[in-house]
């Protein structure tokens, strides 16, 4: 089993930054391809981007390349998500979660968070 606990959410303004970490443990998150993903209201739940725990290997959503970076950290065990220049439309939960593929079908991960809420005012 993976546990994965998110922090770092809230409400910011057009423009600002927030930056989200993802704390996993367990048996095998080490071998384990991680992401965030996100949902806003009535929309479907879309990965924003991913990461090997090696960093050799991450994935962007088109939205959010150049302005989101996702690094991991072996040694603390966590994943986080450095989002600047944020916009209204980022607004969502953000959710991390664990699984085998670097993919963005959210059918391959395995494990989530509860997530945590990012709220950007314009």
């Known amino acids: 089993q993976v546990q994965l606990v998110e922090s770092g959410g809230g409400l910011v303004q057009a423009g600002g930054s927030l930056r989200l970490s993802c704390a996993a443990s367990?048996?095998?998150?080490?071998?384990?391809?991680m992401g965030w993903f996100r949902q806003a209201p009535g929309k479907e739940r879309e990965l924003v981007a991913a990461?090997?725990?090696?960093?050799?290997?991450?994935y962007y959503a088109n939205s959010v390349r150049e302005r989101f970076t996702i690094s991991s950290d072996n040694a603390k065990n966590t994943v986080s998500l450095q989002m600047n220049s944020l916009k209204p439309e980022d607004t969502a939960i953000y959710y991390c979660a664990a699984g085998r593929l670097l993919t963005s079908a959210r059918n391959d991960y395995d494990y989530w968070g509860r997530g945590t809420q990012v709220t950007v005012s314009s």
């Open positions: 367990g048996s095998t998150f080490g071998s384990l391809v």
């Open positions: 990461t090997r725990w090696s960093g050799d290997a991450t």
